[in-house]
C-alpha cells in the first residue's frame, strides 16, 4: 500500500514559512496606534455619547408614566427596552473612552510639557530675556538674534530721530502761521 502523493500548491514548491519579524511588525502596528487617531476616536466617541443621550432624553420626554393613564403596556415595554439598550450602549461608549484617554495618556507620558505661555509669541522691549530664551541655541543663531537686537536699536533710533525733526516742523509751521495770522 502506497500513500498518496501530496499535491503541494505554489507550482509543487512547499509554501514559505511564515516570517516572525513581518507578523510582530504587524501586531506592534495595530497596538500602536498614532495619537492623534485615538484622539479623532475619542471626538468621535464623544460625538456618540452625546447623540446616545440625546435619544435618552427623547424616549423619556416620550415615555408615559404609570400614573393611572390609561396606556398600552406592549409600547411602554418596548421604550424601556430601547433605554436600558442605550443605556448599555452609553456604558460601553464611556469605557471606550476611558481605554482611549488612558492610551493617550500613556502615548505622551514621555514627552515634555511645555507651559502654554511659552507657546504664545509675543514682543520684549528687554533684550535680556530674548537672549535668555536663546542661550539653549546654536551659536550662529545666537549672532543672527544679536544682530537683529541691534538693528532694532537703530532703528529705534532713526524713529526717534525722525520724530524729533517732525516736532520741530510742526512747531516751525505754527510759529509760520501765528507770523502770517499776526500781520493781516
Same mark, same amino acid.
Given at each position: 500500500?502506497?500513500t ?43 460625538q ?33 427596552? *430601547? $433605554? ?5 450602549? /452609553?456604558?460601553?461608549l464611556?469605557?471606550? =473612552? @476611558? ?5 493617550? #495618556? ?47 536699536? *537703530? $532703528? ?5 530721530? /525722525? ?5 520741530? =516742523? @510742526? ?5 509760520? #502761521? ?7
Amino acid at each position: 500500500m502506497t500513500t498518496p502523493s501530496l499535491v503541494l500548491p505554489f507550482g509543487g514548491q512547499p509554501p514559505p514559512p511564515p516570517q516572525p519579524q513581518v507578523q510582530l511588525q504587524q501586531a506592534q502596528a495595530a497596538r500602536d496606534v498614532n495619537t492623534a487617531s485615538l484622539c479623532r476616536i475619542g471626538q468621535e466617541t464623544v460625538q456618540d455619547i452625546v447623540l446616545r443621550t440625546m435619544e435618552i432624553f427623547q424616549l423619556l420626554r416620550n415615555m408615559q408614566l404609570p400614573n393611572g393613564v390609561t396606556y398600552n403596556p406592549n409600547t411602554h415595554g418596548d421604550r424601556l427596552g *430601547k $433605554l436600558q439598550e442605550h443605556l448599555r450602549t /452609553l456604558s460601553v461608549l464611556f469605557r471606550k =473612552l @476611558r481605554l482611549v484617554y488612558d492610551k493617550c #495618556n500613556e502615548n505622551c507620558s514621555g514627552m515634555d510639557q511645555i507651559p502654554p505661555e511659552e507657546l504664545i509669541p509675543f514682543m520684549e522691549d528687554d533684550s535680556s530675556k530674548l537672549e535668555e530664551r536663546s542661550a539653549g541655541q546654536s551659536r550662529p543663531a545666537t549672532e543672527e538674534r544679536r544682530e537683529i537686537l541691534e538693528v532694532n536699536k *537703530k $532703528l529705534k533710533q532713526k524713529n526717534q530721530q /525722525l520724530k524729533q525733526i517732525m516736532d520741530q =516742523l @510742526r512747531k516751525l509751521i505754527w510759529e509760520i #502761521n501765528a507770523m502770517l495770522a499776526v500781520r493781516s
